[in-house]
């Protein structure tokens, strides 16, 4: 797939075009100074110099003494519009989202006041010294415990994302929904995790061995509550307690929550106070009818409780879009529920050729991994894409695939709404000849 | 588990903690919690009606409770408002929407166990348990799953056949 550059200019810059439409080898990363002199060197449309700098000045800032040290560091007030997008900002008695501005975030960890939050009774305001955590049903000693307790109890650290079952649903949409990528996959988030991990508190309260499932309910408004099966509470589940190094937030189920990494958001209750363990499910309203998937034939997914391998390109995507031709990085986030990323392919020709993208250290398992990809924009029309494989060899479908199996709405429907769960196909965005992006099905 | 292996456990925990290896054992920091402390808050509701309190209801008795408690959200004949509809609707749910209690739900249990624990929305936990059986009952008749006359209790409520309940595929068995 590999061919020399070569353009108008008759110069050929030091760096191999590795798929169509301007995708340049990810290796081009480890030596940035290469592919921009390279970019210099081509002129004209390769070209990130504009016209000559004006002189220096000092600004006012750099004239005056600046403001006292906040207690707690809020960001610059130019980053104002660097927000999550409520959609229920009166608390109207329904259920509230804010999603996160992937296209404004770099890195793999979600700022807390960013990460995405879904509360169906509204953020309740627990005091930590009132709440209790109980463990009660299939096992040998139900115990309660209290915050001040568990913070005595071994902890572990672990890097992880959360993403609701519904995350991406717009793309359910027979027709490809216009907004960016904090609408269309703005409910999936990745923090440090601090806490309990649940199998040390199990040893304690011993098991009886008819348990098979543990129901977990959380101390907010609706009590939400749902069954998980005991293998994940042994396996990986956590009482979390911290997020980012601090008190977890109180849209994320302060003053702590359950955390099962790589599992349906709605599982990982949030305000956790009580985990039963039982032989079956409770088929509780959220498992037996919300976060359960009507298919084409009319039946109904079920217990879903992975969310599986996904991609998409943060940027350049809809709203951010290109000023000029020339060299960009297009990047984005990749993630599984089922392990690590292991690859992650990328295309400018809407997946006539592909190329394998960068993959930002450190790639940890049931994590934003954060992907690169070097690109020479020459400003006619492209469609990006990226699909993603983690380490099980589980990979991306196209949109086409996705939908002949779980299927799509008949109208468009509103692009807050949620035809269906667990969307985890191709996203593409298409470029047109001014730069803008649109999000497209390809 | 004969009582030889167990005293060989027993042993071996001895010598762990002997050998300084407390944490295996764990801080020890859980209070004892008993069945009655419980009650205010064990109010799992089982497919099979396991955790269902004593009292019942009727499709009439629950009539002017939805009016007064559930109509401002849900509709005055449950056809959805600002919350969602509870009564009739279309035969299936598709992507385009339509999941009812009629067509989706596949255990009548759920809705007792989801109006004691979250309704009404601006008052969750204040229904009696006879309030939570009067309207499980008139949703379940008017959905037509029930005859207007029946009395839901916990022997009849985990009885009612649901139309849907073999429409369901469990996604992943293996992980269960």
Not at chain 2, 22 to 44: M, Q, R, T, Y
Request: charged share 20%.
């Amino acid at each position: 797939m590999s061919n020399k550059s070569s353009n108008a200019g008759g110069k050929s810059p030091p760096f191999e075009f590795v798929a169509g439409n301007g995708l340049i080898d990810r290796r081009a990363l480890l030596g940035r100074g290469v592919v921009f002199a390279g970019a210099m060197g081509a002129g004209g449309a390769g070209s990130l110099v504009g016209a000559a700098a004006e002189p220096l000045v000092d600004g006012p800032w750099s004239l005056e003494v600046g403001a006292a040290i906040p207690p707690y560091q809020v960001p610059s007030r130019f980053e104002k519009t660097v927000v999550r997008t409520v959609d229920n900002p009166d608390n109207e008695p329904r259920n509230s989202r804010a999603r996160t501005p992937h296209h404004l975030l770099k890195g793999i960890i979600t700022p807390n006041g960013l990460h995405f939050t879904i509360c169906h009774g509204g953020v309740p305001d627990i005091d930590p010294d009132q709440h209790r955590l109980v463990i009660h049903g299939l096992v040998k000693r139900p115990l309660e415990f209290s915050l001040e307790a568990l913070e005595r109890y071994p902890m572990v650290s672990r890097v992880g994302f959360v993403e609701c079952g519904g995350n991406s649903a717009p793309l359910f949409s027979n027709v490809a929904l216009q907004d960016n990528v904090q609408a269309l996959h703005g409910l999936a988030s990745c923090s440090e995790w601090t806490g309990v991990l649940l199998s040390t508190l199990l040893e304690e309260t011993g098991i009886d061995p008819k348990a098979k499932w543990m129901i977990a309910e959380g101390a907010d408004s609706p009590h939400l509550s749902r069954s998980v099966p005991l293998a994940k509470g042994l396996d990986d589940a956590m009482i979390a307690m911290y997020q980012n190094g601090e008190r977890i937030q109180p849209g994320q189920g302060y003053p702590m929550r359950l955390w099962l990494p790589g599992y349906e958001g709605n599982m990982n209750v949030k305000f956790l106070r009580r985990i039963k363990l039982t032989e079956e499910p409770a088929m509780t309203y959220y498992e037996s009818r919300t976060y359960a998937q009507v298919l084409p034939d009319g039946k109904a997914y079920r217990f879903y409780f992975l969310q599986e391998v996904k991609s998409f390109i943060t940027r350049p995507s809809p709203g951010v879009s290109l000023k000029e031709p020339g060299i960009y990085e297009i990047t984005g986030i990749a993630y599984s529920g089922t392990g690590r990323i292991a690859k992650v392919m990328v295309s400018a020709d809407g997946g006539q050729s592909w190329a394998q993208a960068a993959l930002q250290d450190p790639v940890l398992p049931k994590a934003f991994t954060r992907f690169r990809m070097p690109w020479r924009w020459d400003g006619g029309p492209a469609i990006l894409q990226s699909r993603a494989w983690d380490e099980g060899g589980n990979s991306q479908q196209t949109r086409a695939q996705f939908v002949a199996a779980r299927g799509q709405t008949s109208k468009p429907p509103s692009v807050l709404g949620f035809p269906s769960q667990h969307f985890n196909a191709i996203t593409s965005w298409a470029v047109d000849a001014k730069g803008g992006i649109k999000h497209v099905y390809a | 588990m004969s009582m030889r292996k167990f005293s060989i456990g027993a042993v071996s925990l001895v010598l762990a903690v002997a050998a300084g290896a407390a944490f295996a054992e764990g801080p020890n920091l859980g209070k004892p919690v008993s069945p009655s402390d419980l009650a205010a808050w064990d109010i799992f509701i089982m497919p099979d009606g396991t955790g269902l309190p004593p009292g019942s209801g009727t499709s009439a008795q629950g009539a002017p409770i939805f009016k007064q408690k559930c109509a401002a959200c849900h509709g005055e004949n449950g056809e959805g408002g600002i919350a969602g509809p509870l009564i009739g609707g279309p035969p299936h749910a598709s992507l385009d929407g339509g999941k009812t209690i009629a067509n989706f739900y596949p255990y009548a249990t759920t809705i007792f166990d989801y109006v004691r624990r979250a309704m009404p929305y601006t008052q969750p936990r204040s229904l009696t348990d006879q309030e939570v059986y009067a309207l499980t009952a008139f949703l379940l008749a008017r959905n037509k799953l029930i005859g207007e006359t029946d009395t839901m209790n916990a022997e009849t409520l985990p009885k009612v056949k649901m139309p849907n309940r073999d429409n369901f595929i469990t996604r992943f068995p293996d992980r269960i």
